[in-house]
């Protein structure tokens, strides 16, 4: 019995496909991955070395999200609170600031078109350098996946969708619509975290408090197990 956890591992629908990916590459009795702890549990008859199956779990990781690491344990802040179940830092400071330049040059460009009449070329000009940088740093997450599913043949997920829906829009012209379709899948996506990772601290909390062993009596002899 093999059990890893699944660092940054952020989307229920993410975890039953690192499953479905796990059972078809590793020899197993079973396998279960558990999105409210971050658990993955492996119970297999071939003796794996333990490193390289970790590999091997962090590869089938990688097929669907590139973020997520795989660990003998979650690491831990000083008040015992998981690491894991806080919402990347670096990810929110990446829409602030995506979403900040995105709005600056939004209003700048109808101030300009509208209040001054600047010739069309100029405004494609501020189109391009104000609103594609944005676009990646708010859409670079959703690429990465999308350009990943694709190379592991597997296609029309969420994240294919909105990659082709906001692309196709740049394309068009259509570059508020583009930046406004990101940013609130972005907020959803925020929000949804937000919610989960709530749900998420207090089934671990309640699954912390449960007895490290149980008592069973077969024929009269007590044994003890795992519960």
Known sequence: ?????????????????????????IVHESIVVDFATLKIVIETTKQYDRHELKMQVQENAEMVDRHIEVKDKLKK?????DV?????????????????????FFILKNVLKYGFNIDSYWILLLIYV???PS????AKDILFAALNNL???????????????????????????A?????????????QQYAVNYSRK???????????VAVIEIDGKRETIDP
Not at 77 to 81: I, L, S, V
Not at 89 to 100: A, Q, R
């Open 1 to 25: 019995r093999y059990l890893f956890y699944l660092e940054n591992l952020d989307c229920a629908n993410c975890a039953a496909k690192i499953e479905r990916i796990c059972k078809r590459n």
């Open 77 to 81: 802040k000083a008040n015992g609170e």
């Open 84 to 104: 894991s179940f806080k919402i990347d830092k670096k990810k929110k400071t990446e829409f602030f600031i995506g979403i900040s330049v995105f709005f600056f």
């Open 130 to 132: 104000g609103y594609v």
């Open 135 to 138: 676009y990646l740093l708010l």
């Open 151 to 177: 190379k592991n043949k597997r296609f029309f997920d969420e994240n294919f969708l909105m990659a082709l829906a906001t692309v196709m829009a740049l394309c068009c012209g259509l570059y508020d619509e």
């Open 179 to 191: 930046l406004f379709v990101i940013i609130f899948y972005s907020i959803g996506e925020m929000c």
């Open 202 to 212: 207090s089934i671990a909390s309640l699954v912390n408090i449960r007895p490290d």
